[in-house]
């Protein structure tokens, strides 16, 4: 009954976004998001794009899941990442008053083809990881509820978010968002209503909840999210993206709108797994095995309808970013509609393939991905906001220290890296990594820096 019921309203949500993606694809909609008229979004296409795109479904399942085993720190903790938009906002209109037309317009009038080609590298591996954990995520409800490995799922969701998204780029991942966030709010609206109103549900309870583990992880993983939040939304390009396609004003109220309405979203998605945690649930395939033994059929379908609608979502979008990243900034495929098609083939098969990889924890690619930015904090609070020209080997150095302090948290369990990091829990390893990876940036950008 259940897999039915959530196969029959995927179906009627993949109709619908086909349904109002654009019938004529042009060069600039496809990958500069306008309209067949030329136009540019308005407000609340860009808010909704907003949101909808970074509460996507591994998000999601990351606030739940830290906030079972954390409480209510772990949910705050990676609710705190949504701050990105804050400091989105600001380094978007800073390039915007400069003139640049992209993060890589600036670094690459500062540090030439080195300085883009560094950014562009953590940049692609980004979208790719975006596109590999919303799969995954899909795998995992396929096969909590039909068993096996969720791969045929996964196939089939990949071809049809491929077929609408290399119709129309970024213009039909702005169109078919809109539709798709007011499904995810309707699908969970309702569950959480169910949540807040049930017998065993105590607002205080989850507002002071210790977690499975304790909290003291959870405080950990805020700390990181504080030290990478400034650096976090200069490398994901999806919300870059959006920060050049609307007039300034109009770009600034999207930002600030998508920030309070995205961070309550994670909030009250880490309810669900806070409220397993209290009731004593035993942690099952992802929680999503959990859910479906703690809530009504029709309460689990509705919570299963969301994730998919936000894995669909960021799907399109991080396609979109991806044909614009390969062509326009690397320019390795023919600015047309096959050039760009071509390129989100490419990024689909390969993210589907990573799911065949045996990793399945969720919040590593956030972590490896958020590290390997952080060499952008020093650059962009010394260069951009500082007004300092920076010498290149200092944004090297910088870079370097970022991806090495990526690596040894993805190689963490090798017995030479882990010979190097200090013991304890991987969160307090990565706090640690966090901390030397700007120490090491900001003393090289310093030390390389001059009055421009």
């Not at 109709?15 to 008229?37: D, H, K, N, T």
């Not at 969970?188 to 607002?203: N, Y």
């Not at 979008?317 to 050039?339: D, F, I, K, M």
Request: glycine share 10%; aromatic share 12%.
């Amino acid at each position: 009954m259940q897999a039915t019921a959530l196969i029959s309203i995927v179906a009627l949500i993949i109709v619908g976004s086909i349904a109002v993606a654009p019938r004529r694809a042009s060069i600039e909609g496809f990958f500069g998001g306008l309209s067949v008229s030329g136009s540019a979004p308005g407000l609340w296409v860009l808010v909704l794009s907003q949101v909808t795109t970074w509460i996507f479904a591994r998000s999601l399942m990351n606030a739940a899941i830290l906030g079972y085993y954390y409480g209510i720190a772990g949910t705050l903790a990676y609710a705190a990442y949504y701050g990105s938009f804050l400091s989105g906002a600001l380094i978007v209109a800073r390039l915007r008053s400069k003139g640049a037309v992209s993060l890589q317009d600036w670094l690459g009038t500062r540090f030439g083809t080195v300085g883009t080609g560094c950014y562009n590298v953590v940049v692609a591996l980004r979208l790719l990881s975006e596109v590999f954990a919303n799969l995954l995520v899909i795998g995992l409800i396929a096969a909590a509820i039909l068993g096996g490995t969720g791969t045929w799922a996964i196939v089939v969701l990949a071809v049809i978010g491929l077929a609408y998204s290399a119709w129309g780029g970024l213009s039909a991942a702005l169109r078919t968002d809109v539709v798709q966030m007011l499904l995810f709010l309707a699908a969970f609206g309702a569950a959480f209503l169910a949540l807040v109103f049930s017998p065993d549900f105590i607002l205080g309870a989850v507002l002071t909840a210790p977690g499975a583990s304790g909290p003291y992880n959870g405080w950990i993983l805020l700390a990181v999210a504080a030290l990478q939040v400034f650096s976090y939304p200069a490398h994901d390009p999806v919300m870059m993206d959006r920060g050049f396609i609307a007039d300034p004003a109009t770009t600034q109220k999207s930002f600030l709108h998508a920030f309070w309405i995205s961070t309550l979203c994670i909030i009250a998605f880490g309810f669900f797994g806070i409220q397993a945690s209290l009731i004593g649930a035993e942690y099952e395939g992802q929680l999503i095995g959990t859910w479906a033994g703690m809530f009504p059929p029709w309460v689990f379908v509705l919570l299963m309808v969301s994730l998919v609608v936000s894995a669909l979502s960021t799907l399109d979008s991080a396609l979109a970013s991806a044909a614009r990243l390969v062509v326009e900034e690397l320019h390795l495929a023919p600015r047309t509609l096959n050039g760009g098609r071509i390129v989100m083939v490419a990024f689909m098969v390969a993210g589907a393939a990573l799911t065949l990889w045996g990793n399945k924890t969720l919040f590593d690619a956030v972590a490896v991905s958020g590290t390997a930015s952080m060499f952008l904090t020093p650059v962009l609070v010394v260069g951009l906001l500082g007004g300092r020209t920076i010498a290149l080997w200092s944004y090297v150095v910088a870079y370097g220290a970022a991806i090495l302090g990526a690596f040894m948290y993805f190689a963490r369990s090798w017995d030479n890296i882990a010979a190097v990091l200090p013991e304890g829990h991987k969160y307090e390893q990565l706090l640690v990594i966090c901390i030397c990876v700007l120490i090491v940036g900001f003393a090289s950008v310093l030390a390389g820096a001059r009055k421009g």
